[in-house]
T-cell receptor
Framework: AQSVTQPDIHITVSEGASLELRCNYS??????LFWYVQSPGQGLQLLLK??????LVQGIKGFEAEFKRSQSSFNLRKPSVHWSDAAEYFC??????????FGRGTSLIVHP | NAGVTQTPKFQVLKTGQSMTLQCAQD?????MYWYRQDPGMGLRLIYY???????DKGEVPNGYNVSRLNKREFSLRLESAAPSQTSVYFC??????????????FGEGSRLTVL
């Protein structure tokens, strides 16, 4: 069975600082990987996805993620965080299953 | 293009009452899902429908029933609400092709309180 782990429950950064949110997956075959963002009181919105090809993928709102098969990781990065990036971030994986697997989420707090 | 629409957005119930959460998508997706979200628990799958005419249990199905009314609509029913079902409920849909489940599109959520 596939699993997705987000080791950090909360991350606090200062506005303008760089950000990296960690995600590790467990899946034997090529995973299909996603990052979603959830603003307070909202549903989840897709930031970016990786299916194949270039291992560095660009997403919306200036986010990027790098797929590293050797480390089973798909970490999300942003070079300079804005106060509006404060939200909950979810990593997810789907493979041959009908059921996408979500991590528990990482809450991002941005200090002015 | 509305995407995934859930109703109602807010609901307060008394223990033992029943209600149905409605979900509709206009993206011609074949797979639909119901999740609940509780603090510190992430998203937990209640039921899903891989395609029109099929439904299957997820991680936390007890106390819930679902109906895939047609390709567009997937409803979630609480027959006898309990305080433990106080949560935020999300409907999602996706297009599954070639054996691959794609990105999920989510509704805005339905906040349910059971007193």
């Amino acid at each position: 069975a596939q699993s997705v782990t987000q080791p950090d429950i909360h991350i606090t950064v200062s506005e303008g600082a760089s950000l990296e949110l960690r995600c590790n997956y467990s899946y034997g075959a090529t995973p299909y990987l996603f990052w979603y963002v959830q603003s307070p009181g909202q549903g989840l919105q897709l930031l970016l996805k990786y299916f194949s090809g270039d291992t560095l993928v660009q997403g919306i709102k200036g986010f990027e993620a790098e797929f590293k098969r050797s480390q089973s990781s798909f970490n999300l990065r942003k070079p300079s965080v804005h106060w509006s990036d404060a939200a909950e971030y979810f990593c997810a994986s789907s493979g041959g299953s009908y059921i996408p697997t979500f991590g528990r989420g990482t809450s991002l707090i941005v200090h002015p | 293009n509305a995407g995934v629409t859930q109703t109602p957005k807010f609901q307060v119930l008394k223990t033992g009452q029943s209600m149905t959460l409605q979900c509709a998508q206009d993206m011609n997706h074949n797979s639909m899902y119901w999740y609940r979200q509780d603090p510190g628990m992430g998203l937990r799958l209640i039921y899903y429908s891989a395609s029109e005419g099929t439904t299957d249990k997820g991680e936390v199905p007890n106390g819930y029933n679902v109906s895939r009314l047609n390709k567009r609509e997937f409803s979630l029913r609480l027959e006898s609400a309990a305080p433990s079902q106080t949560s935020v409920y999300f409907c999602a849909s996706t297009l599954r092709t070639g054996g691959i489940t794609g990105e999920l599109f989510f509704g805005e959520g339905s906040r349910l309180t059971v007193l």
